[in-house]
T-cell receptor, first 117, second 114 residues
Framework: DTGVSQDPRHKITKRGQNVTFRCDPISEHNRLYWYRQTLGQGPEFLTY????????KSRLLSDRFSAERPKGSFSTLEIQRTEQGDSAMYLC???????????????FGSGTQLSVL | AQKVTQAQTEISVVEKEDVTLDCVYE???????LFWYKQPPSGELVFLIRRNSFDEQNEISGRYSWNFQKSTSSFNFTITASQVVDSAVYFC???????????FGPGTSLSVIP
Protein backbone atom coordinates (compact mmCIF):
# COMPACT_ATOMS: atom_id res chain seq x y z
CA ASP A 1 0.00 0.00 0.00
CA THR A 2 1.84 3.05 -1.30
CA GLY A 3 -0.86 5.56 -0.41
CA VAL A 4 -2.40 8.21 -2.61
CA SER A 5 0.12 9.95 -4.83
CA GLN A 6 -0.29 13.22 -6.65
CA ASP A 7 1.80 14.75 -9.36
CA PRO A 8 3.20 17.34 -9.58
CA ARG A 9 3.71 18.60 -6.03
CA HIS A 10 3.99 22.17 -7.22
CA LYS A 11 2.89 23.91 -10.38
CA ILE A 12 3.51 27.51 -11.33
CA THR A 13 1.76 28.77 -14.39
CA LYS A 14 0.82 31.99 -16.11
CA ARG A 15 -2.73 33.18 -16.24
CA GLY A 16 -4.56 31.77 -19.23
CA GLN A 17 -2.53 28.58 -19.47
CA ASN A 18 -4.01 25.11 -19.05
CA VAL A 19 -2.77 22.79 -16.33
CA THR A 20 -3.36 19.12 -15.60
CA PHE A 21 -2.84 17.27 -12.34
CA ARG A 22 -2.70 13.55 -11.80
CA CYS A 23 -3.81 11.43 -8.88
CA ASP A 24 -3.07 7.76 -8.30
CA PRO A 25 -5.34 6.36 -5.60
CA ILE A 26 -4.77 3.37 -3.39
CA SER A 27 -5.19 0.46 -5.76
CA GLU A 28 -8.23 -1.25 -4.27
CA HIS A 29 -10.15 1.98 -3.67
CA ASN A 30 -13.07 2.50 -5.99
CA ARG A 31 -13.86 6.06 -4.90
CA LEU A 32 -11.74 9.04 -5.78
CA TYR A 33 -12.32 12.62 -4.69
CA TRP A 34 -10.89 15.98 -5.65
CA TYR A 35 -10.84 18.81 -3.16
CA ARG A 36 -9.43 22.32 -3.26
CA GLN A 37 -7.94 24.01 -0.21
CA THR A 38 -6.92 27.63 0.19
CA LEU A 39 -4.91 29.03 3.04
CA GLY A 40 -6.78 28.96 6.32
CA GLN A 41 -9.74 27.07 4.93
CA GLY A 42 -10.96 23.52 5.03
CA PRO A 43 -10.92 21.34 1.93
CA GLU A 44 -13.69 22.28 -0.48
CA PHE A 45 -15.31 19.47 -2.44
CA LEU A 46 -14.88 19.61 -6.22
CA THR A 47 -15.92 16.25 -7.63
CA TYR A 48 -15.83 12.53 -7.04
CA UNK A 49 -15.82 9.24 -8.91
CA UNK A 50 -17.06 5.77 -8.22
CA UNK A 51 -14.83 3.66 -10.43
CA UNK A 52 -14.85 5.48 -13.77
CA UNK A 53 -18.19 7.22 -13.26
CA UNK A 54 -18.17 10.84 -12.16
CA UNK A 55 -21.01 10.90 -9.64
CA UNK A 56 -21.05 14.53 -8.62
CA LYS A 57 -19.48 17.82 -9.51
CA SER A 58 -19.70 20.84 -7.26
CA ARG A 59 -22.02 23.56 -8.50
CA LEU A 60 -19.31 26.01 -7.56
CA LEU A 61 -16.99 24.45 -10.10
CA SER A 62 -16.44 26.47 -13.23
CA ASP A 63 -16.74 24.86 -16.66
CA ARG A 64 -13.01 25.44 -16.98
CA PHE A 65 -12.50 22.51 -14.63
CA SER A 66 -12.79 18.95 -15.87
CA ALA A 67 -11.86 15.66 -14.31
CA GLU A 68 -11.59 12.16 -15.67
CA ARG A 69 -10.93 8.74 -14.31
CA PRO A 70 -10.47 6.43 -17.27
CA LYS A 71 -10.68 2.74 -16.42
CA GLY A 72 -11.42 3.61 -12.81
CA SER A 73 -7.78 3.85 -11.82
CA PHE A 74 -5.83 7.14 -11.83
CA SER A 75 -7.58 10.46 -12.29
CA THR A 76 -6.68 13.74 -13.92
CA LEU A 77 -7.96 17.20 -13.09
CA GLU A 78 -7.57 19.81 -15.81
CA ILE A 79 -8.02 23.52 -15.42
CA GLN A 80 -8.31 25.48 -18.63
CA ARG A 81 -7.51 29.17 -19.00
CA THR A 82 -6.27 29.44 -15.45
CA GLU A 83 -7.05 32.51 -13.38
CA GLN A 84 -5.29 33.89 -10.33
CA GLY A 85 -8.25 32.79 -8.22
CA ASP A 86 -7.46 29.19 -9.10
CA SER A 87 -4.31 29.33 -6.97
CA ALA A 88 -4.79 26.74 -4.24
CA MET A 89 -3.78 23.32 -3.04
CA TYR A 90 -5.58 20.61 -5.00
CA LEU A 91 -6.08 17.51 -2.93
CA CYS A 92 -6.95 14.05 -4.08
CA UNK A 93 -8.40 11.42 -1.77
CA UNK A 94 -9.53 7.85 -2.21
CA UNK A 95 -11.64 5.45 -0.27
CA UNK A 96 -13.51 2.21 -0.48
CA UNK A 97 -17.10 2.81 -1.50
CA UNK A 98 -19.74 2.61 1.21
CA UNK A 99 -19.89 -0.86 2.71
CA UNK A 100 -23.07 -1.89 4.41
CA UNK A 101 -24.10 1.72 4.31
CA UNK A 102 -21.01 2.90 6.14
CA UNK A 103 -19.05 5.72 4.54
CA UNK A 104 -15.41 4.83 4.64
CA UNK A 105 -12.64 7.16 5.68
CA UNK A 106 -10.70 9.13 3.11
CA UNK A 107 -7.01 8.71 2.45
CA PHE A 108 -5.45 11.91 1.17
CA GLY A 109 -2.49 12.59 -1.04
CA SER A 110 0.01 15.36 -0.35
CA GLY A 111 -1.66 17.66 -2.84
CA THR A 112 -0.60 19.77 -5.79
CA GLN A 113 0.07 23.40 -4.97
CA LEU A 114 -0.96 25.58 -7.91
CA SER A 115 0.25 29.13 -8.25
CA VAL A 116 -1.19 31.21 -11.08
CA LEU A 117 0.84 34.32 -11.84
CA ALA B 1 -28.27 22.03 4.29
CA GLN B 2 -25.19 20.24 5.52
CA LYS B 3 -22.64 22.32 7.34
CA VAL B 4 -19.77 21.99 9.78
CA THR B 5 -18.77 24.83 12.06
CA GLN B 6 -15.54 25.07 13.99
CA ALA B 7 -15.78 28.32 15.86
CA GLN B 8 -12.21 28.27 17.16
CA THR B 9 -9.91 29.49 14.41
CA GLU B 10 -6.69 29.25 16.42
CA ILE B 11 -5.84 27.85 19.81
CA SER B 12 -2.54 28.08 21.60
CA VAL B 13 -1.73 26.00 24.67
CA VAL B 14 1.33 25.22 26.71
CA GLU B 15 2.61 21.67 26.54
CA LYS B 16 0.87 19.24 28.91
CA GLU B 17 -2.29 21.30 29.03
CA ASP B 18 -5.57 19.72 27.98
CA VAL B 19 -7.36 21.27 25.02
CA THR B 20 -10.81 20.79 23.50
CA LEU B 21 -11.61 21.52 19.88
CA ASP B 22 -15.26 22.25 19.19
CA CYS B 23 -17.31 21.04 16.25
CA VAL B 24 -20.96 21.74 15.55
CA TYR B 25 -22.71 20.24 12.56
CA GLU B 26 -25.97 20.59 10.66
CA UNK B 27 -27.64 17.88 8.62
CA UNK B 28 -31.12 16.72 7.69
CA UNK B 29 -30.05 13.10 7.39
CA UNK B 30 -30.93 10.72 10.17
CA UNK B 31 -27.94 8.56 9.31
CA UNK B 32 -24.68 10.42 9.01
CA UNK B 33 -21.00 10.13 9.80
CA LEU B 34 -18.70 12.49 11.61
CA PHE B 35 -14.95 12.56 11.20
CA TRP B 36 -11.89 14.29 12.55
CA TYR B 37 -8.81 14.76 10.41
CA LYS B 38 -5.42 16.19 11.33
CA GLN B 39 -3.31 18.25 8.95
CA PRO B 40 0.23 18.64 10.29
CA PRO B 41 2.62 21.26 8.91
CA SER B 42 3.75 18.71 6.31
CA GLY B 43 0.31 19.14 4.75
CA GLU B 44 -1.15 15.66 4.34
CA LEU B 45 -4.54 15.15 5.94
CA VAL B 46 -4.65 12.19 8.27
CA PHE B 47 -7.79 10.42 9.44
CA LEU B 48 -8.30 10.30 13.21
CA ILE B 49 -11.79 8.98 13.86
CA ARG B 50 -15.19 8.22 12.33
CA ARG B 51 -18.46 8.15 14.25
CA ASN B 52 -21.87 7.19 12.97
CA SER B 53 -25.01 8.93 14.12
CA PHE B 54 -26.34 5.89 15.95
CA ASP B 55 -23.34 5.51 18.18
CA GLU B 56 -23.22 8.20 20.85
CA GLN B 57 -20.67 6.47 23.01
CA ASN B 58 -17.68 8.61 23.70
CA GLU B 59 -14.40 7.24 22.48
CA ILE B 60 -10.92 7.41 23.91
CA SER B 61 -7.73 6.58 22.08
CA GLY B 62 -4.63 7.27 24.09
CA ARG B 63 -4.50 10.99 24.77
CA TYR B 64 -7.37 11.66 22.35
CA SER B 65 -11.03 11.53 23.23
CA TRP B 66 -14.20 12.46 21.42
CA ASN B 67 -17.53 13.57 22.83
CA PHE B 68 -20.51 13.12 20.50
CA GLN B 69 -23.74 14.77 21.62
CA LYS B 70 -26.62 14.48 19.22
CA SER B 71 -28.81 16.76 21.32
CA THR B 72 -26.49 19.68 20.67
CA SER B 73 -25.22 18.49 17.25
CA SER B 74 -21.68 18.58 18.53
CA PHE B 75 -18.68 16.31 18.12
CA ASN B 76 -15.89 17.74 20.23
CA PHE B 77 -12.31 16.53 20.35
CA THR B 78 -10.12 16.67 23.44
CA ILE B 79 -6.38 16.20 23.61
CA THR B 80 -5.12 15.41 27.08
CA ALA B 81 -1.61 16.38 28.13
CA SER B 82 -0.90 18.05 24.80
CA GLN B 83 2.49 17.66 23.13
CA VAL B 84 4.35 19.75 20.59
CA VAL B 85 3.69 17.07 17.97
CA ASP B 86 -0.02 17.76 18.33
CA SER B 87 0.50 21.14 16.65
CA ALA B 88 -1.55 20.97 13.47
CA VAL B 89 -4.79 22.06 11.90
CA TYR B 90 -7.69 19.85 12.89
CA PHE B 91 -10.75 19.46 10.70
CA CYS B 92 -14.13 18.15 11.66
CA UNK B 93 -16.08 16.66 8.76
CA UNK B 94 -19.50 15.25 7.93
CA UNK B 95 -21.01 12.91 5.38
CA UNK B 96 -24.45 11.40 5.12
CA UNK B 97 -26.64 9.05 3.21
CA UNK B 98 -28.05 11.77 0.98
CA UNK B 99 -24.62 13.12 0.04
CA UNK B 100 -21.68 10.76 -0.08
CA UNK B 101 -19.09 13.48 -0.26
CA UNK B 102 -17.36 14.53 2.92
CA UNK B 103 -17.91 18.15 3.93
CA PHE B 104 -15.18 19.74 5.98
CA GLY B 105 -15.29 22.50 8.54
CA PRO B 106 -12.91 25.45 8.33
CA GLY B 107 -10.47 23.89 10.76
CA THR B 108 -8.88 24.84 14.06
CA SER B 109 -5.18 25.58 14.12
CA LEU B 110 -3.64 24.24 17.31
CA SER B 111 -0.25 25.39 18.50
CA VAL B 112 1.33 23.60 21.42
CA ILE B 113 4.11 25.65 22.94
CA PRO B 114 6.95 23.86 24.72
Amino acid sequence: DTGVSQDPRHKITKRGQNVTFRCDPISEHNRLYWYRQTLGQGPEFLTYFQNEAQLEKSRLLSDRFSAERPKGSFSTLEIQRTEQGDSAMYLCASSLGPREGINEKLFFGSGTQLSVL
Amino acid sequence: AQKVTQAQTEISVVEKEDVTLDCVYETRDTTYYLFWYKQPPSGELVFLIRRNSFDEQNEISGRYSWNFQKSTSSFNFTITASQVVDSAVYFCALSGTSYDKVIFGPGTSLSVIP
